[in-house]
Nanobody, 125 residues
Framework: QLQASGGGSAQAGGSLRLSCAAS????????MGWFRQAPGTEREFVAG????????YYADSIEGRFTISRDNAKNLVYLQVNGLSPEDTAVYYC????????????????????WGQGTQVTVSS
């Protein structure tokens, strides 16, 4: 089970820290990802992190503004979002990839089996 939190309203240029708490499994076994979905659009990859946290990947549109990290001792994954713009307004979802045989951090939503409920981020100009 995944529980995302930390969303809210922010002004352009502001920052938020999203958190995702995992329960019910061995957290360090899962590659984790953050996705987002704005109204009328498809869910898109934002960031992903390897099981150990040593490898991170980002969507090109993020342009260095976001940072994904994880704390395996606390079963948490984070997404620090800086330099927010109205285009970042969306529901943000954390997800876990249960393909234990792979080392690759996927950008494809269909490879992530477990999903949190989402947390809304709204950015005003």
């Amino acid at each position: 089970q995944l529980q995302a939190s930390g969303g809210g309203s922010a002004q352009a240029g502001g920052s938020l820290r999203l958190s995702c708490a995992a329960s019910g499994g061995t957290f360090s076994n899962y590659i984790m990802g953050w996705f987002r979905q704005a109204p009328g659009t498809e869910r898109e990859f934002v960031a992903g992190i390897s099981r150990s946290g040593t490898r991170t990947y980002y969507a090109d549109s993020i342009e260095g503004r976001f940072t994904i990290s994880r704390d395996n001792a606390k079963n948490l994954v984070y997404l620090q979002v800086n330099g927010l713009s109205p285009e970042d307004t969306a529901v943000y979802y954390c997800a876990a990839d249960r393909r234990f045989s792979t080392l690759a951090v996927s950008r494809a939503a269909h490879n992530y089996y477990y999903w949190g409920q989402g947390t809304q981020v709204t950015v005003s100009s």
